[in-house]
Nanobody, 124 residues
Framework: QVQLVESGGGLVQAGGSLRLSCAAS????????MGWFRQAPGKEREFVGG????????YYLASVKDRFTISRDNAKNTVYLQMNNLKPEDTAAYYC?????????????????WGQGTQVTVSS
């Protein structure tokens, strides 16, 4: 079992930055690929990005690729989502998720472990 707790959301003006954190329980964090997803009201949950357990590979949604960066610190059992140049369309609840796979999947149903989410609101 893995428990995930996100933090770092908030209200920010367009063009601003936020860094989300996701702290995981357990001693095998490095064996999990981690994903960040977001869900806006009335929309499906969307893959934002992911990182492999050894940090060698990262993947991003095309619309955030040049603005968001995913990283992880396995010693701290934490994964991060640095979001720069935020836009109003980035407004959503953001979730981290864990899957015990070597690669990163963009499919939400492939992740058995989820955090509770943190709200990001970007004002224009």
């Amino acid at each position: 079992q893995v428990q995930l707790v996100e933090s770092g959301g908030g209200l920010v003006q367009a063009g601003g930055s936020l860094r989300l954190s996701c702290a995981a329980s357990g001693r095998t964090f490095s064996t999990y690929s981690m994903g960040w997803f977001r869900q806006a009201p009335g929309k499906e949950r969307e893959f934002v990005g992911g990182i492999t357990g050894n940090s060698r590979s990262t993947y991003y949604l095309a619309s955030v690729k040049d603005r968001f960066t995913i990283s992880r610190d396995n010693a701290k059992n934490t994964v991060y989502l640095q979001m720069n140049n935020l836009k109003p369309e980035d407004t959503a609840a953001y979730y981290c998720a864990a899957a015990r796979t070597t690669g990163v999947t963009r499919t939400p149903t492939m992740y058995p472990y989820w955090g509770q989410g943190t709200q990001v609101t970007v004002s224009s």
